[in-house]
Nanobody, 124 residues
Framework: EVQLAESGGGLVQAGGSLRLSCATS????????IGWFRQAPGKEREGVAY????????YYADSVKGRVTISSDIAKNTVYLQMNNLKPEDTAVYYC?????????????????WGQGVQVTVAS
C-alpha cells in the first residue's frame, strides 16, 4: 500500500526554521517526482517545491525560493523540506505528494498519492 507521512511541523517564531519530513513506503521511491504543497485556511492548495525522479533536480516556487531547500535520503525513502527565515504567510497545512507522471508544481499536475498533512504555524 502506498503511504506518505509528513512530520516535523509545529509553531515557530517569524525568522525561525523548521525541517519537514515526508516518509514514503509501498512504491519505488526514485521513480516518482515528490512535491511539497501547502494550503492555508480559505485558500487553494499551492506548490512549494518538488524534487525530480532520481533526485536529479529541484524546483521552487518564487515565494519561497532562497528560503527553502528540498532534498531526499534515498536509503530512507524520505524527502525533506528545510524552511528558513519563516514568515507569517508561510502558515499553512503542508502536504507531500508523489506522482509517477508529475510534471510541474501544481497540485493537479500529476500527483497521485498524498500524505495527510502537517500544520506549520509562524507567529509574527
Amino acid at each position: 500500500e502506498v503511504q506518505l507521512a509528513e512530520s516535523g511541523g509545529g509553531l515557530v517564531q517569524a525568522g525561525g526554521s523548521l525541517r519537514l519530513s515526508c516518509a514514503t513506503s509501498g512504491f519505488t521511491f526514485i521513480d516518482y517526482q515528490i512535491g511539497w504543497f501547502r494550503q492555508a485556511p480559505g485558500k487553494e492548495r499551492e506548490g512549494v517545491a518538488y524534487i525530480s525522479k532520481y533526485s536529479d533536480s529541484q524546483y521552487y516556487a518564487d515565494s519561497v525560493k532562497g528560503r527553502v531547500t528540498i532534498s531526499s535520503d534515498i536509503a530512507k525513502n524520505t524527502v525533506y523540506l528545510q524552511m528558513n527565515n519563516l514568515k507569517p504567510e508561510d502558515t499553512a497545512v503542508y502536504y507531500c505528494g508523489a506522482g509517477f507522471f508529475a510534471y510541474g508544481l501544481g497540485p493537479d499536475e500529476g500527483y497521485e498519492h498524498w500524505g495527510q498533512g502537517v500544520q506549520v504555524t509562524v507567529a509574527s
